[in-house]
């Protein structure tokens, strides 16, 4: 089949503005995906053109991007979900709400600063049991964060997000999610300090429940269920006091 790609341009060096490139590949198998698209625009035709990938196999979360109006990753995004037919349009733009540094690569490290704020590490100071061995912990109770350790830092959720889009100091919803695998981790201490940092101005109640955040992320995750989780914690934690 035949693609024309529309890519939104921008280079800092030379470009008052952005624009589109309208790139058309032929022999393009229905299975290809986007990101083979790019490599092959970017190999074949323009080696100019700027993106981030790394794994190629949706782990790495590097190549996050608005794929007809919608963030996905690139390497995940098959031809054959974006059209049918002898010749299909597909319009590739860089996320929203980050600053663009070239073409499709955005500034990420506002996304990595939220990130940062809400502890994303593993907090036990206790000693550690006398038989030397690990912290044990119950499959029920790991079970309590399995989705939210699936996250890859994308960034597909919150540069979805209409509340980030506002003014972009919302921690956003990855910043949560990353808070939420530790704040139900039974063997970790620092919830208390997590909780309340995220209900300050910034943190959860930002939160409008647009779910864009959910529909967008490329693991799956149940972005929106996580906040409401944590959310709810914020809450029972001012009940006690
Ligand atoms: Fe990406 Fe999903 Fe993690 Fe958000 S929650 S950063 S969309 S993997
Ligand atoms: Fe935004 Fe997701 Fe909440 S899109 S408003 S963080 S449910
Ligand atoms: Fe690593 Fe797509 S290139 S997730």
Redo the contacts with the bound molecule.
């Keep these: 089949m035949q693609i024309t790609l529309r890519i939104r341009r921008f280079n800092p060096e030379k470009d008052k503005k952005s624009y589109w490139g309208e790139y058309t590949l032929d022999k393009v198998d229905s299975t290809d995906r986007v990101l083979d698209l790019l490599h092959r625009v970017k190999w074949e035709q323009d080696g100019t053109l700027a993106f981030r990938r790394s794994c190629a196999h949706g782990v790495c979360g590097s190549d996050g991007m608005r794929i007809n109006g919608v963030n996905r990753l690139a390497c995940k995004m098959l031809v054959n979900k974006l059209g049918e037919g002898e010749h299909i349009k597909i319009q590739i733009e860089p996320m929203l709400g980050l600053r663009v540094i070239k073409d499709l690569i955005v500034d990420m490290e506002p996304f990595f600063e939220h990130y940062r704020q809400v502890m994303p590490y593993y907090v036990n100071d206790a000693p550690l049991p006398e038989n030397g061995r690990e912290r044990l912990q119950s499959p029920e109770d790991r079970e309590r964060f399995d989705d939210t350790t699936k996250c890859i830092l994308c960034a597909c959720c919150t540069t979805?997000?209409?509340?980030f889009w506002a003014n972009g100091v919302y921690v956003g919803?990855a910043a949560i999610v990353q808070a939420h695998r530790f704040i139900f981790d039974s063997r970790d201490q620092a919830a208390d300090e997590r909780l309340k940092i995220l209900s300050e101005a910034d943190g959860v109640w930002r939160?409008?429940?647009?779910?864009?955040?959910?529909n967008a992320c490329p693991r799956d995750i149940e972005?929106?269920r996580a906040?409401g989780e944590v959310k709810m914690a914020i809450r029972q934690g001012a009940k006690r006091e």
């Design positions: 979805s997000c209409p509340s919803p939160c409008r429940t647009v779910f864009n955040c959910t972005v929106t906040i």
